[in-house]
């Protein structure tokens, strides 16, 4: 399987590293080509609002969204959740995303720079050990849509969700060396998700 990181802005290398310890082969994407050599595809931790209007320039806009709704598999963290929801709160005036994952977010939700914060997290995929994760400039969920499962919580706030083979989480795993949630997204979503389609 190969998946592909959408390279344009962002912690881009961090994801490809976790990425390939899962033992997937890894494709920086920029382009509509590179985006048609992958099976499934990875939106990296950065500003959502940057990468939407580079993926615009690049021509990437449209075949992005055009696979999201064919059904690729893709996993967003951070700004990358922002990205896949189909709707945003105190979003930049026009800010457009691809959409697919029917959730509503706050950007910033959790406040301002200074207040990133690491917290130990419970993560739904079975295993009882918790989950470090790293919030910086976070987005929360505000609301999910039918069909959206709640993966992991801060208070009574969804930081991690999933439907069918979307993913999103609004902490960064890419940064602890931790690559659970990775693996759960190569082994249990795309993997499965492309299994179905071939
Ligand atoms: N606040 C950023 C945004 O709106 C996301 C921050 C991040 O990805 N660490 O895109």
Redesign the pocket.
């Known amino acids: 399987m190969k998946v592909g990181v959408l390279a344009l802005q962002?912690d881009v290398r961090e994801h490809s590293q976790a990425l390939m310890a899962c033992g997937v082969e890894v494709v920086n994407v920029r382009r509509p080509a590179e985006l048609a050599l992958v099976d499934a595809l990875v939106m990296?931790?950065?500003?959502?609002?940057?990468?939407a209007q580079l993926a615009q320039i690049f021509g990437l806009f449209s075949p992005i969204r055009e696979r999201i709704a064919k059904g690729m598999p893709v996993y967003g963290?951070?700004?990358?959740m922002?990205l896949l929801a189909n709707e945003i709160l105190d979003a930049k005036a026009g800010q457009e995303t691809f959409g697919g994952l029917d959730i509503t977010v706050r950007?910033?939700a959790f406040g301002r720079q200074v207040d990133s914060f690491e917290s130990d997290l419970s993560f739904e995929d079975g295993s009882s050990e918790l989950i470090r994760a790293v919030f910086?400039?976070?987005?929360w969920v505000e609301r999910v849509g039918v069909g959206v499962q709640i993966l992991a919580q801060v208070g009574s706030h969804p930081v991690a969700v999933r439907s069918k083979s979307i993913l999103a989480t609004s902490f960064?795993p890419e940064l602890t060396g931790d690559h659970r949630i990775h693996r759960y997204f190569v082994e249990e979503v795309a993997r499965v998700a492309v299994q179905q389609v071939q």
């Open positions: 962002g990296p931790g950065g500003e959502s609002t940057t990468i963290s951070c700004a990358g922002i950007r910033n910086i400039r976070a987005p960064h």
